[in-house]
């Protein structure tokens, strides 16, 4: 089960056993928060990959920072407790450097 809450200024969706999505962050169950930043981070790799296909690594490093990646992740890291970003953050540096690399 899932509701759609919409209120004046921010979106909520309450999934079931009170797991929710509050302004884009999964709060919740381990495993529910696990679930959602892996799909985050499937959205996040396919803009990865394009990025790395650019021939100018330092333009692609600044769009990589600025654009697809970083505003995201540093609020998931300053909204969810360290326990349940482990594994993403992990997923996440080395998929960039790997991008980078290419």
Partial sequence: ECRKLLTSREKIT?????????????????????A???????????????????PFKMEAF?????????????????TLPPRQTKTFLKSMTWRSKKALKK
């Fill in 14 to 34: 309450i999934h079931s056993r009170m797991n929710i999505n509050f302004l884009n962050t999964p709060i919740g169950t381990n495993e529910f928060v696990e």
């Fill in 36 to 54: 959602e930043l892996d799909r985050k981070l499937q959205v996040l790799e396919s803009k990865i990959d394009v990025t790395a296909e650019m």
């Fill in 62 to 78: 600044t769009i990589l920072r600025t654009c697809w990646s970083q505003c995201r992740v540093v609020h998931l890291i300053r």
